[in-house]
Nanobody, 122 residues
């Protein structure tokens, strides 16, 4: 089993930055880790993923968000710059089981954190 714990959320003004962290314990981190977000009344959506050293982003965050990993710390980060009010959501870290093919759909991820709230004020 893998346990994931997110941190780093908070309240920030538009144009500001936050860095989210996702720390894993229990087993070595799967190679495929993603960030998802869910705003009130909306479905959970893909934000970014990292597969080994290859990164993927949804169009709305390209150029503003950066996903990275520190394998020595078993931690994945999401650096969020130039934040917009529409980025407001509960952000989740998720991991696929080892050996899984990369996916950007939430149902392909087997392990989830509890979420961390990001609120961007205008």
């Amino acid at each position: 089993q893998v346990q994931l714990v997110e941190s780093g959320g908070g309240l920030v003004q538009a144009g500001g930055s936050l860095r989210l962290s996702c720390a894993a314990s229990g087993r070595t981190f799967s190679s495929n880790v993603g960030w998802f977000r869910q705003a009130p009344g909306k479905e959970r959506e893909f934000v970014a993923a990292i597969v080994l050293w290859i990164t993927y982003y949804t169009d709305s965050v390209k150029g503003r968000f950066t996903i990275s990993r520190d394998n020595a710390k078993n931690t994945v980060y999401l650096q969020m710059d130039s934040l917009k009010p529409e980025d407001t959501a509960l952000y989740y870290c998720a991991a696929q089981s080892p050996g899984s093919s990369y996916s950007y759909t939430a149902d392909k991820y087997d392990y989830w954190g509890q979420g961390t709230q990001v609120t961007v004020s205008s």
